[in-house]
């Protein structure tokens, strides 16, 4: 089959790897229907993870049930399922306690930008939708995987309610669907932070009631001037470097939340100014499964439509293009089909 | 009036000094009922904080009116009254979102170890009690002036809900406290990480139904072996240093939270780590203005006996002896009567 491989740092290629085979009982095969490429896969694409060896890579996706082993009982062959990023086994406390990302038995899903794909603990990580969607929801399908829930992860952790004023730090597509995910939770103002004029345009389409171009310091200050002074309610943290954080802390009303969702990258956070910001903090790899059902819903509602994040759609044998193009900020994120 | 005034570390001195006068017009008066000494009195005591100059010290009293300025509304001449250690004007939208001690107007009440105290923003700052309290509930009214609302906000600010297990990180007055809050909160199990034989006792008495006296990395498995391996859903952090928070952080399932009131002292807190934890985290000053009301309540209910932390009771003038008490651990803490 064809899949995508990184080699080292910008080195990326599509190639005929064999097919993925079940390991485990509770193994699914899925054919892809759409992946795509994540604003942590350009880490490996830009040398800031390491590449020790050749790779297969991505970890979203939407495709068609293939084969099913003995232990998966709710997933069929034919089905047209989503999947997070991580698979789960979806039944332990933590899971229950819709935390599946960090369920003791989680397993990264990987090597997505391809044909076929392997899906551990199938039941537990995939969702089936009743029949087949019409073509036009599968980019909005496809983000639920990962960027779309991961935005509202974020929102869930930053406590976003009804009449909330947010902050958004972060103009990619996680950040962007952190907008919609603000207004779908009720939000009354959404104050993105972002200075690329494409992206600017996104979020308010998106329903961002403000733009504020500025960072750091300066950012907060305006951020504080559109908020009486004191701050938003809900800031979303969604870039992961030691300055947004503390852009988003500082952005925060004293009792309200930072929703964290960038990896953070050498980011260390002051105790003694946290405690007297009053601000909550959460983060962590989304658990993208526990929204899922209510997502899609949302999908095909309707409601919203978060495939809009999608700029540039490619062929898979065309993905190295598709990294080129985000790399250089061309794109906000590549569609790749199989 | 007498008055406790710290001149260096280790040398606290009772003298005599001018009464307080009005200096605004909703400033209070009040003559002295209790006060006591607090565990951050101590690192002042200890050299931790610097002491440049001979200071009046403590923040924590109960009292009752003796006078009032033009704009002081609510509270009256004879009214039995408590306070937080932080004025706040109770008004602005931060004291109405609950946490008074990041209210703008905020300015902290020092000198109460003394025969009188000037109180600012005396109608947002104190609350009175219908008539004169029975003696025998002054010293649990007393502690919710700073140690109970303490504890009560670290039970908050963690989570804490009807069936909950919590564990409690110090076994000071404060973590005491929060021994009650959680209990009162509703939570199942609450497991005291402490090994003082007599705060043990105490904590049991308040309702822990477990005591961990290993600490670090020996106490987090300790926690996670009486957790069915996964941690508590709430932290309370009631201590202040890398090593507590770290051991807070750790000994939280994935999901839960952590309520940190001990003052962080060259605390910082590991991003990525946090990050994987999947933790939530909020600590700050106390706003115990926010829970006056009801804690009184359940004190003149009888359903709450804080109090208790006091082991040692001294007349003002014998507040050297108090200090010095609390600094070798011979108490848990001392109550002065001016």
Redesign the interface.
């Given at each position: 089959m064809r899949a995508t491989v990184i080699h080292a740092p910008g080195d990326i290629r599509v190639e005929n790897l064999p097919e993925p085979k079940i390991l485990a009982p509770t193994d699914a095969i899925i054919r892809t229907v759409a992946a795509c490429v994540c604003g942590s896969d350009l880490w490996d694409y830009r040398g800031i993870n390491e590449v020790a060896r050749p790779t297969p890579i991505g970890h979203e996706y939407v495709g068609v049930v293939e084969e099913t082993c003995a232990e998966v009982k709710d997933i069929k062959p034919g089905q047209f399922v989503i999947g997070s990023f991580f698979a789960s086994d979806n039944t332990c406390?933590?899971c229950r306690?819709?935390?599946q990302?960090?369920c003791?038995h989680k397993e990264f899903v990987g090597g997505c930008q391809a044909e076929y794909i392997r899906i551990p603990l199938a039941d537990g990580t995939l969702v089936a939708l009743d029949g087949q969607p019409d073509e036009k929801f599968v980019p909005s399908l496809l983000t639920l995987s990962d960027v779309m829930g991961t935005g509202w992860y974020a929102a869930v952790?930053a406590e976003v309610k009804p009449g909330s004023t947010v902050v958004v730090v972060g103009d990619g597509a996680v950040g962007l669907s952190g907008v919609i995910a603000a207004r779908e939770l009720g939000a009354e103002r959404v104050i993105a932070m972002s200075r690329h004029v494409s992206r600017q345009r996104l979020a308010s389409e998106f329903g961002a009631t403000d733009v504020v171009a500025e960072r750091g310091e300066a950012g907060v200050a305006l951020v504080k001037e559109l908020t009486?002074?004191?701050g938003a309610d809900s800031v979303l943290e969604c870039v992961?470097t030691?300055e947004s954080?503390r852009q988003a802390v500082r952005a925060t009303?004293?009792?309200g939340n930072v929703g964290?969702v960038g990896?953070?990258?050498?980011?260390?956070?002051?105790?003694?100014e946290?405690?007297?910001?009053?601000?909550?903090?959460?983060?962590?790899?989304a658990p993208v499964r526990h929204f899922l059902p209510d997502l899609i819903d949302r999908v095909l509602d309707g409601r919203i439509e978060p495939g809009k994040v999608f700029d540039l759609t490619l062929p898979l044998d065309e993905a190295a293009e598709g990294y080129r193009a985000m790399d250089e900020r061309r794109a906000i994120k590549t569609l790749l089909r199989p």
């Open positions: 406390p933590i306690a819709g935390y990302t960090s003791p952790a009486g002074g004191i992961g030691q954080m009303r004293p009792g964290f990896v953070p990258h050498d980011v260390a956070i002051d105790g003694q946290l405690f007297f910001s009053h601000v909550g903090l959460r983060g962590g790899p």
